[in-house]
Nanobody, 123 residues
């Protein structure tokens, strides 16, 4: 089992940047594909980005491609989401998740979830 703790959210003006972090407990972090998802008020949770166990392959939602970057440091048990050129529509709670099967946008593939970190973008 793995526990995930997100951090780095906050209030930022449109066009600004944040770096979200998600740190995992345990010694098997490198065995998990990782993903970031987000949920805006009144909306369903949606896929943002995902990364393979080694970090060699990444995949993004079209809405964030070119603005967000997912990366990981297996030595630090941490996955990151660099969010740039933020827009008000990026406002949401951002969750990281760990998958024991494969990387990808399917939420059902992710077994472990963090508690989320709030990102608010003002116009």
């Amino acid at each position: 089992q793995v526990q995930l703790v997100e951090s780095g959210g906050g209030l930022v003006q449109a066009g600004g940047s944040l770096r979200l972090s998600c740190t995992a407990s345990g010694r098997t972090f490198s065995s998990y594909a990782m993903g970031w998802f987000r949920q805006a008020p009144g909306k369903e949770r949606e896929f943002v980005a995902t990364i393979t166990r080694s970090g060699g392959i990444t995949y993004y939602a079209d809405s964030v491609k070119g603005r967000f970057t997912i990366s990981r440091d297996n030595a630090k048990n941490t996955v990151y989401l660099q969010v740039n050129s933020l827009k008000p529509e990026d406002t949401a709670v951002y969750y990281c998740a760990a998958s024991t099967t494969s990387y990808g946008p399917n939420m059902e593939s992710y077994r472990y979830w963090g508690q989320g970190t709030q990102v608010t973008v003002s116009s």
